[in-house]
């Protein structure tokens, strides 16, 4: 549990890309999201959660502003220790939410037993590498739309590439890796 206990301590908090957006700009890049993590741990809110039970649910808030809209993406992951590996399983979003009301702030009890997880995302797996971690995955969500995650993370900086295809061409995804800064716990 001590890999597991640091992996999420580094992953949970606060975080932004303002940092990246900065050094874009000066470099004429252009076309990303602002963009928002807030990830909270959640074992706390679940109910009926097995006596010995070793994983550490959180809720990823993700909000990408783009043309001044922004899009809310709230997502249930599961983490556990699998041998000298993190295992991310993605849940689906608990019944009686929606990507708006699905928030750290208006979390109310959940029910382990009613919990699901998703069946089309393969699950992540990510290995220290020194001060970082680092994996990912690669899902069909149909037989012609792959969506590919790779993510590296320090206690500082989250970096995170996501791309969807279809039919082997990028509908999307973004060149170069949206890097967080953590602004809060």
């Known amino acids: 549990m001590k890999l597991l206990g640091e992996f999420t301590a580094m992953l949970c908090g606060s975080f932004d890309n303002s940092v990246q957006l900065e050094r874009f700009a000066a470099q004429g890049i252009t076309g990303y999201p602002e963009a928002r993590h807030v990830n909270t741990r959640i ?36 983490f556990t220790e699998e041998g000298d590996c993190v295992k991310l399983t993605s849940y689906e979003m608990p019944e009686g939410y929606t990507k708006d009301t699905f928030t750290a702030s208006g979390l109310g009890r959940l029910d382990y037993r009613t919990l699901r997880p998703s069946a089309t995302f393969t699950p992540a797996l990510y290995r220290k590498n020194g001060e970082w971690f680092e994996g990912g995955s690669e899902s069909m969500f149909t037989p012609v739309l792959k969506f590919s995650l790779y993510e590296r993370f320090s206690n500082e900086v989250l970096e995170v590439s996501e791309s969807m295809e279809k039919d082997g061409r990028r509908t999307f995804g973004y060149d170069l890796p949206l890097e967080y800064r953590r602004t809060g716990c």
Not at 45 to 65: K, M, N, Q, R
């Open 43 to 78: 074992n706390d809110h679940i109910d009926h959660l097995p006596e010995d039970f070793a994983g550490e649910f959180v809720l990823e808030e993700s909000y990408y502003t783009v043309g001044g809209r922004t899009n809310a993406m709230p997502h249930l992951f599961l």
